[in-house]
Nanobody, 119 residues
Framework: QVQLVESGGGLVQAGGSLRLSCAAS????????MGWFRQAPGKERILVAT????????YYSNSMKGRFTISRDNAKNTVTLQMNSLKTEDTAVYYC????????????WGQGTQVTVSS
């Protein structure tokens, strides 16, 4: 079992920045691929970004490229999502998730953190 706890959400004006963190405990976090997802009101949950176990490979959904950066610190069991140039359409609940097999199947999820971007 892996427990994931997100933090860092809040209210920010458009154009601003936020840094989300996900703290992991339990099984060896350092061997898991990790991802950030988000779900806006009335919409389906979508993938934001992923990072492999070593941090050497990342992936971003098109609308986040160039604005968001995912990173991890395996020594601290954390994964971070730096969000810059935020837009109102980035408003959503952001979730951290763990992919133990590295096959894009996320078995463990955090409770989510709210990000609200005002105009």
């Amino acid at each position: 079992q892996v427990q994931l706890v997100e933090s860092g959400g809040g209210l920010v004006q458009a154009g601003g920045s936020l840094r989300l963190s996900c703290a992991a405990s339990g099984r060896p976090f350092s061997r898991y691929a990790m991802g950030w997802f988000r779900q806006a009101p009335g919409k389906e949950r979508i993938l934001v970004a992923t990072i492999n176990w070593s941090g050497g490979r990342t992936y971003y959904s098109n609308s986040m490229k160039g604005r968001f950066t995912i990173s991890r610190d395996n020594a601290k069991n954390t994964v971070t999502l730096q969000m810059n140039s935020l837009k109102t359409e980035d408003t959503a609940v952001y979730y951290c998730a763990a992919d133990p097999q590295g096959n894009n199947e996320y078995d463990y999820w955090g409770q989510g953190t709210q990000v609200t971007v005002s105009s």
